[in-house]
């Protein structure tokens, strides 16, 4: 059965900014009208100058739904895109075209590569790294005093380690930092300059330009880093992803981009959110911090699950659907685009008892925060796990009484629940 209900919990709409500049309790309230629904609701795209829009696409919000179309990649497919809603235009999917917005076979053969960087051996070997950074970057918050919680501390961490395993100088680390702001900040104002409701296109025009020339600019820079390692391998990842033979062929230069990107991007910004969220959820929850601290050790396995639940750092993915196919009483048709949302998948209370209270005791926790089961799982959850866990056990062991001073300043996203910036207040000890 196909039935096209319209969506009511927004007049905005789920691919508006306007619906995403909506405080979080108004937009979580809208979710949960649509998982009570008894079809998914289909929106229309908004229209964006130089970017042709499709018809529209379904939201998927239930926990059972996302779950099944992520198991199902032959029907519910990444190609042409898996990151935004339209697809890229021509002149854009030469930096974007990467990895996650691949099918098997090509995506496996590549996935393969990289996964060598994340085995539970290469990432014991990590560990050390990421401790002896994080305890670097808490020496400095110490020494510098409160501040943006998100640029002292929850931005360096995971941009530190995924570029020291690419094998980045450390010269070029604000520059990726930067960068990748800018490419997922695409939606806000302060990067881009475009204002909600009020997509001009010349506003729309100069907010692509930034964003090619931040992939470009990480493009150029993958592209010297991978002729170096092609002389000289250095037992890096990128020198892994250069020398790599994929049945007989090698990664182009525009493929070595594209990972490296993705790489780049995705290894720091699942940590970074998470990190921030923690912050403020363990000063608004007195309770659950003291929780933690009483068996730090014993809890924080649990800690880092419901951090991402509750967070759910990426939003959503999209899928493109193969063929027709039913699932759960409604027919998907070949062509239809749909979007998984994992921040409501990780709501649903058929699945989560009490799902709006963050509990770091919550067991089980099937929560879909690193992507749904399937070939697209985060490749790096382990390693955000690692991160996190290092993070705060060095924050809360040497600046205990380190708290959130506000309200985070909110990047406006429909892609990334970030916060661009969060104070924090402390006592040096």
Not at 70 to 79: A, G, K, Q
Not at 94 to 119: E, Y
Not at 300 to 321: D, L
Request: one cysteine or more.
């Amino acid at each position: 059965m196909t039935t096209r209900s319209g969506p009511a919990p927004s007049e905005a709409g789920l691919s508006s900014l306007e619906f995403w500049a909506l405080p979080v309790e108004e937009r979580e309230a809208a979710f949960a009208e649509l998982r009570a629904r008894e079809h998914p609701a289909f929106f229309p795209e908004t229209r964006v100058p130089f970017v042709r829009p499709g018809e529209g696409f379904y939201a998927l919000v239930r926990h059972a739904d996302v779950s099944e179309a992520s198991r199902h990649p032959d029907i519910f497919s990444s190609e042409p895109s898996a990151t935004s809603i339209p697809d890229f235009p021509a002149y854009m999917e030469r930096f974007f075209g990467s990895l996650i917005n691949m099918d098997d076979p090509r995506h496996a053969k590549i996935r393969r590569i990289v996964s060598r960087a994340f085995t539970p051996k290469m990432l014991a070997r990590t560990e050390e790294d990421v401790r002896r950074r994080a305890a670097r970057i808490v020496d400095e918050l110490i020494e510098t005093g409160p501040g943006d919680f998100v640029a002292k501390v929850a931005a360096r961490l995971p941009a530190e380690v995924i570029c020291d395993m690419l094998g980045i100088p450390e010269r070029e680390y604000p520059r990726v930092i930067e960068r990748t702001n800018v490419i997922l900040g695409n939606s806000d104002p302060e990067y881009t300059g475009i204002t909600p409701g009020r997509v001009g296109r010349a506003a729309a025009a100069r907010a692509l330009l930034k964003i090619i020339w931040a992939a470009r600019d990480l493009h150029r820079l993958a592209a010297g880093l991978g002729r170096q390692r092609a002389r000289h391998p250095a037992g890096d990842l990128t020198s892994a992803l250069v020398n790599a033979n994929v049945d007989g062929e090698r990664l182009t230069s525009r493929e070595l981009g594209s990972f490296f990107l993705l790489l780049v991007v995705a290894g720091n910004e699942t940590t970074r959110t998470a990190l921030s969220h923690a912050l403020k959820l363990f000063t608004d929850l007195p309770d659950q911090r003291a929780l933690l601290l009483e068996d730090f050790e014993g809890r924080i396995g649990g800690a880092v699950e419901e951090i991402v639940r509750y967070s759910t750092p990426v939003i959503f993915m999209r899928r493109n659907v193969t063929r027709d196919h039913e699932l759960n009483g409604h027919t998907y048709r070949a062509g239809d685009k749909v979007l998984l949302f994992y921040n409501s998948a990780n709501r649903d209370d058929t699945v989560f008892e009490r799902p709006d209270v963050f509990d770091i005791t919550r067991d089980p926790n099937p929560h879909v925060g690193f992507g749904g089961p399937g070939p697209h799982f985060c490749l790096g959850a382990n390693l955000a796990r690692r991160e996190i866990t290092v993070m705060l056990r060095e924050l809360f062991t040497r600046v205990p009484d380190i708290r959130a001073a506000g309200e985070p300043d909110r990047l406006l996203s429909g892609f990334i629940n970030g916060h661009k910036r969060l104070p924090c207040t402390f006592t040096a000890r």
